[in-house]
């Protein structure tokens, strides 16, 4: 290196130098890991990945994946990120494999649809410090990098998850993986809001679901009733007919949130119960204007939507500021004014969408 | 008349003669009744309809429906059966218009989808004797005559009512109308039954549907929640974003049942609160097994689907004998166990379809 010669940046005003991960480990090439994969890949980054066999390699490696051994020589490659993209219930023992071989210059991640357990694990396996959590919204009914494409990430939105001791400088890392990375949108929140919001939007009317579907097959009359069934029975049970080990394993992880959304929505129901037996009409008038605010969110976004018109963009755009003492506060906040987060633009400044009831 | 011919049926060995349903009249060109009318004429019958409004004239007497200038001349015209397909709450008014110049030849029928507040204005009419109800599992979210159209009643499935009173042979001539008159199937039961039951597949899930959307409204993490919303969500609270004041006239006219119904899920909601509470495996295992018998139906349904390449008939064929004495209790026992008719083949045989839980 030849000393005195002036570093490129010197005499710039230079930008808050952003984080980014050029590499990124993913271990499990199924139907998310593989889909990031090809995704990353695409926009340029390294991607080097490990499956528990073999069978993906030959695909992966001709898409311009690179293809490991093991587990653990993702870690010791050193990679910006490592995304664990198996199942739920392997996490324990990948962390396990992994606690020993571990840098601390990795960021480690994840895309599974509970963050507080996922975290509690990263956590018993020591690598807590090096944790953001991941969750994207995506997914269909297959699974397997067979089924793996890009587009199932088109315009998807993340949850990124931090706790009281995430590094700033390490969600970064994976919002650039996420934003630029992938083309991709995030929210970032606390495990425990996630999970709430999760309990409330997938795995308590999952239950419901099952609960309409349990009332029809306990009725004397149930063949008559499905004779008579139309579009809004189709729709309300279709979710419990999907395998219903996995949806109890969903549930169950996420235990407590479920109940208390689930006696929530028995008092709403015996309300409205109440409510018809009194003929009391105002407050079944109530009832059913309450989610007003709801429908006018939808009849807003199918304005939107590109199919009637509307701009591809749905959403006011934006920016928010973030703070070193403040930045969890200010992510929350801004998540729950409906903003998603679109790009850092430096390491205190994201541009933001926002899609909000009103 | 030339006396000492000979009849032309005479010296034969004559089935059992159907009562036939030749010249049909239909009050109201609206989505149900224009589809039917349409429908009607296509497969040869004589339609005479009648519409608040003679927008549709022009078009329907193209068509081949002949038009008539007021609701009583659909009467004097002594039709073989009068449908009544106007709006549930225009029902009263249509009665007591149509009481002065009914013709006891004619059978009364309806499309409502609500049975036993039907019957109830009907008798009050004192039209009780001349009625047999119908109920067309049809529809979509458009109206008016322009929006209907005979495919909409492409393989429906009709309920027909009757309670202690039915005159056998009016059931019979409805059932023409249905089976051969508009290729359509049936099955046939009593008013508590039907109303129970769409209580059981519709009006109460539409209360489900809203309070879930209600869940999502008073969270103050909504924008979160709806932000991570994927199809689950929005299967489940499609019917809630429909006009609530529609669903809340439906859920009202069908209140008793539907408040048993919500008390009985409020009740299951709670159990499997409870059962998460107390960590309790077996009973989570149950509520979610609970629901096979449901989930079996529906896997064969699409193994037996044409797109699946199966039959384009789905279930097995066989027939029901009816007797005088007892064709109530054999109607119902026979939609019980999953059949529908085909078509009366005789006054006292119908051919069936069955399509059951097992």
Known sequence: MVTGMMHPMQGMHASPILTSAHKIAIAGLGLIGGSLARRLVEQGRYVVAWNHNDRPYQAATELGIHCVESLEALATGKPDVLVLATPL????????????????????????????????????????????????????????????????????????????????????????????GSDNRLIALDDTTHDACAAL?????????????????????????LALSAGSWRDMTRV???????????????????????????????????????????AVDSFFAAADPFRRFKAQERRDSPESGGDT????????????????????????????????TTTHQASILTRAMS
């Open 240 to 282: 419990s007919l999907t395998d219903p080990g996995r949806t109890r394993a969903m549930v169950v992880e996420d235990a407590t949130n479920v109940e208390i959304l689930l006696r929530q929505m028995a008092v709403r129901l015996t309300a409205v119960a109440d409510a018809l037996h009194a003929d009391d009409q105002t």
């Open 201 to 225: 939007i997938s795995h308590m009317p999952h239950v419901v679901s099952t609960a309409l579907s349990n009332q029809l097959v306990d009725s004397p009359d149930r063949n008559i009733a």
């Open 89 to 180: 219930r392997t996490i324990p023992d990948m962390l396990k494999a992994l606690a020993p071989v571990w840098h601390p210059s990795i960021t480690l991640s994840d895309v599974g649809s509970v963050k507080g357990m996922v975290r509690q694990q990263v956590e018993a396996a020591g690598l807590g410090r090096y944790y953001v959590g991941a969750h994207p919204m995506a997914g269909n009914e297959h699974s397997g990098f067979a089924a793996s494409e890009s587009a199932l990430l088109d315009d998807a939105l993340w949850a990124v998850t931090f706790d009281g001791t995430t590094d700033y400088s390490r969600l970064l890392t994976v919002a650039d993986m996420i934003c630029k």
């Open 313 to 344: 963009v749905v959403g006011a755009t934006g920016s928010i500021e973030l703070h070193d003492d403040s930045w969890r506060d200010e992510l929350l906040d801004s998540a729950r004014r409906g903003e998603q987060i679109t790009a850092f």
